[in-house]
């Protein structure tokens, strides 16, 4: 079994579902990203998302517009974002790892040699944004052969047949986009996330993890019947952004601590 | 590996005659495709079947020739430029889009574009725009059809081209600024993408060039290949015979591929495109894309695009805003790669030089795009002396002028002393 089959099958066996927060490889800058994971590992994160930061990332609110910029101001790279997935994996044997990159950088690195890259630092699967199921058939047959999930997203907008074509493909998970629109943290949920969950749930078994607006403890307590994890994003970027370098590490754990208590169905301690 | 259904590909035996642009899945060659977010995916391919739908439609054409006459002008001259043939040793022939209504080639698209709109029901249009021109268009079509525009403009670009964010706003476009990136057409492409990634029940995406997913290259390329098809038959009945060649200035490449379409089954007509040199050719110093670039993917394209090693793209310069663009449509990328066209690159200074020698030449104030096209004649002519041309003028200069004074140092208020 894959690490994230494990993960999903243990968490459902307790009645939870996983916690995967992400950030932009090389925010706030090298170092400290690297830091800011093992602490979110520490706070109760099941495994990671890793950005590859790219000058032109047009599913992205301001929010990640500006990780992507103050990453690459640090020279960030894809080897950034392998070198996080290997300071990761050291601390945690058992955590997936995916990788989230547009496809123009995975190109000029070569799809094989990344996907060969990305396995030997441990990683477990890859998302690409841009990327919709009928031009994917390179990375994929690329990531089938280093043994990699490949993510398929689907969205409200996704019609019937595209989730049934979806689930059919998917291995991993699907990541599900809660709105129509790009990342960035949000208030409430979109009212008709429920009935999107509720058409994808019907046509598969796949595991299905949410992202896109998924900010509060509260967000994570109402989806979770309906998915398998979810991915928080913006909202940990938000906080990295505002609070002072010195305050960071402890403000990002303690929003993961908040998050899992509600992925597990525990009480949200003040 | 399991096959994912593609989408029935669209039409190009019906809608051209021209064999060497295949389409299947929207490709050209290599070149093409649909890199978009899956939220996009169902509007991208509902577009593919209503242009399809349309253009096989009479009565869509019937509306579309109607206004391209009595509202756009078409069809548009085509005038020899005596003086200037003089001058480089050339018997050239400018394609007049300048003398369109608002002044650009780009109306052609943005017409045809927004009677599509119509009949898909979204009345909200979003746009970019780089020197403005595409912008004006939209503003101006939206305001004849009454529908509603949002035009994404890169705030340097605002800077460089003042008049054209005027008329965009006297004729009832909201103007958004992009303070993103390096501020130019790439970044306001990005951000009318998002925005149409958020609106994309209500909004239509109006772009301006033939780059980004299918169907746009092949549908902008089709609502702008009128002006190939008018400039053959026009050179054909003034001049007694094809041209040698056919020149058009490339940033996305919308005003070339129209022009290179009348002329891509005529063996004997040299096709070229030229782009921007800027202040020379290092990486982020210039836009030409397919003289330096490589293949990629940007904008929901394959096609050739200007990179570093790792795949960030690349700053671009160029003095003409509307070339200033680190990608290109993907047709051009095919007609490269088959040596059907080729592509070169004019600097800064030398299209300042081409703009007004036009000025003095022929009493034609060129747009500053445009004027790169004019600029490369002097090296066709030293190809080719006294050989018959003709060159796509995509627009005028009107809108540079205050570019034009600034890169030779003079204020336009003190000019007239």
Known sequence: MSRLSELFAARRSLGEIALLPYLTAGYPDPASCIELFKAMLQAGADGFEIGVAFSDPMADGLTQQRTNQRALEHGATLHTALDAARAIRREAATAPIMFMSYYNPLLAFGEAEFCGAAVDAGADAVIVPDLPPEESEP??????AAGLDYIFLLGPTSTPERIRMVGRLASGFIYCVSLVGVTGARRNLSSDLPDFLARVRAATSVPLVLGFGISRPEHVQAVREQVDGVIVASALADIIESAAPEDRIGAVAERVRELRAAASNEPVSA | MSSVPRPASPQPATVSPHSNAATAAGRFGAYGGQFVPEVLMPAVL????A???????????????????SYVGRPTPLYRAGRLSDKVGLDVYLK???LAHTGAHKINNALGQALLALRLGKRRIIAETGAGQHGVATATVCAMLGLDAVVYMGELDIERQAPNVYRMKLLGAEVRPVGSGTRTLKDAVNEAIRDWVSNVDTSHYMLGSAVGPHPYPLMVRQFQSVIGHEARKQVLEMAGRLPDYALACVGGGSNAIGLFHGF????GVQLIGVEAAGRGMELGHHAATLVAGTPGVLHGARSYVLQDQH???ADTHSISAGLDYPGVGPEHSYLKDSGRARYVAIRDEAALQAFRDLCLLEGIIPALESSHAIAYLPQVAAEAPGALVVVNLSGRGDKDVGSYAKAT?????QSVS
């Open chain 1, 139 to 144: 990375l994929r047959a690329a990531c089938s």
């Open chain 2, 46 to 49: 509902e577009l593919d079947r």
């Open chain 2, 51 to 69: 242009f399809e739908a349309a253009w096989n439609d009479p009565s869509f054409h019937q509306q579309l020739d109607e206004l391209s006459r």
């Open chain 2, 96 to 98: 007049r889009e300048d």
């Open chain 2, 264 to 267: 891509i089954d005529d063996p």
């Open chain 2, 311 to 313: 795949g960030q793209i």
């Open chain 2, 409 to 413: 140092g003079e204020q336009l208020a």
